[in-house]
């Protein structure tokens, strides 16, 4: 699943080219995608212009004129700017065609993801609202984070992974970051000491950031705007490295589920 870094790339890549293109057509063959009636959503949409472009966890926010228009990725969602003539993306379900001969098309093959047109800011506050702290805003501060470690029992990872507790990392940078900060992905919440929340909490942001850095990792199906790979497949310390020598101490990386979620970690630099 595209997480905060593969995201954020898209986002940027938006800003590059999709401002103030203007909607002129859509199409589907996979109304769910829409979250609404394909015709209402049309009505909705055509005629606008895309304007500003946010992201908020994983979730992209347009602003068409002064709808807002929110798509989540989901598991293999892709958001692909193309002229009318390129050749098809493979399982493409969605296409708004837009002025300047260009499109935006929605490929996902599982079709888990979504774009769906909001009514108003309201609406946007409140689905923004189920979220938690954002990493690289203001909010995201020692004390905030610790308070939220502090306060649960839950195994470390999957408290990552909570959306509605801090917001943007999944499955790759979590193990990434608790590979950074030495930290076993199984380790209680609240066990961890002042030092060990203070390690995990720089090393989240620097796991995110080298992943941003990277225009995001491609180890499934993301792929950017332009239809590219991201880069930091190569520059990942531990994520599918199981079998292999951990970069740090040499032992072999080990693969467990932790949450459902194949997890892979170091046994010796993240002891139980
Ligand atoms: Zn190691």
Known sequence: MPELPEVETIKRDIESSLIDHKILDV????????????????????????GSVGRRAKLLIFHVDSIPLVTHLKLSGRLLYRNQKDPIDKFTHVVLKLDKDKELRFADMRKFGWMRVLKDEGELDELLSEFGIEPFTPEFTLENFSRILKSRKTA??????????????????????????????????????????????????????????????????????????????KNLKIFRRDGSPCPRCGSEVKKIRVGGRGTHFCPSCQKR
């Open 156 to 233: 470390i990872k999957p408290l990552l992974m909570d959306q509605s507790q801090i917001a943007g990392v999944g499955n790759i940078y979590a193990d990434e970051s608790l590979w950074c900060a030495r930290i076993h992905p199984l380790r209680p919440a609240n066990s961890l000491s002042e030092e060990e929340i203070k390690d995990l909490f720089s090393c989240i942001q620097d796991s995110l950031r080298s992943g941003i850095k990277d225009r995001g990792t491609s180890v499934d199906m993301y792929l950017d705007l332009f239809g590219q790979k991201g880069e930091h497949e």
């Open 27 to 50: 199409w589907t063959d996979w109304g769910k995608m829409l979250k609404s009636d394909p015709e209402t959503f049309k009505k909705a949409v055509v005629g606008k212009k895309f």
